[in-house]
């Protein structure tokens, strides 16, 4: 069966750091890959996906960038953190050729604070 | 522009009872899809329920169902014999171009 990990599942981080979130998958070969951020009390936004090593979109121009280094790793980065990426991110799976019509299957999430 | 409308920010209902969770959508495509995740205290997301809007017949899953309502954009999900641990935030979501959620319904199942 497969399963998402993210980690790590708790950061602070004070603002102007830089930050790295990974996401792998397991059990699945060639997934579309999701980044998402979800304020408090809101839904979530769509940040990046990915349906190929090296193949980003980005939804949302902002502070933060996606890289995918392996076929199953994700990866999220910023060189400077704002107050403003505070935040949970979850990572997502899905697999099939369409990234539309695929169920997305969600990681456990990192719950990221800028001080 | 896709969006996802989920009017009621918060339900509650009695354990054994039945609640149902309103959500309504916009979209041109002609080929989407619709999905209810739940995102207990734990925060991590959990599919519930998929609907393909080229289906007529509503989906369920053990005891939990959808109306959808093609024509009025109207996809609500029905929780029967409701539980404690069905105690959660609700999202709707569009499946189109990509996924859209809405805002989240939180509802509290009581004893």
């Known amino acids: 069966s497969q399963t998402i990990h993210q980690w790590p599942a708790t950061l602070v981080q004070p603002v102007g750091s830089p930050l790295s979130l990974e996401c792998t998958v397991e059990g699945t070969s060639n997934p579309n890959l999701y980044w998402y951020r979800q304020a408090a009390g809101r839904g979530l936004q769509l940040l990046f996906y990915s349906v190929g090593i090296g193949q980003i979109s980005s939804e949302v121009p902002q502070n933060l960038s996606a890289s995918r280094p392996q076929d199953r790793q994700f990866i999220l980065s910023s060189k400077k953190l704002l107050l403003s990426d505070s935040g949970f991110y979850l990572c997502a799976w899905s697999g099939g050729s369409s990234v539309t019509a695929s169920t997305q299957y969600f990681g456990p999430g990192t719950r990221l604070t800028v001080l | 522009a896709q969006t996802v409308t989920q009017s009621q920010p918060e339900m509650s209902v009695q354990e054994a009872e039945t609640v149902t969770l309103s959500c309504t959508y916009d979209t041109s495509e002609s080929n989407y899809y619709l999905f209810w995740y739940k995102q207990p205290p734990s925060r991590q997301m959990i599919l519930v329920i998929r609907?393909?809007?080229?289906?007529?017949q509503n989906a369920t899953e053990n005891r939990f169902s959808v109306n959808f309502q093609k024509a009025a954009k109207s996809f609500s999900l029905k929780i029967s014999d409701s539980q404690l641990g069905d105690t959660a935030m609700y999202f709707c979501?569009?499946?189109?171009?990509?996924?859209?959620f809405g805002t989240g319904t939180r509802l509290q199942v009581f004893p």
């Open positions: 979501a569009l499946g189109a171009d990509k996924l859209i």
């Open positions: 609907q393909e809007a080229y289906k007529q």
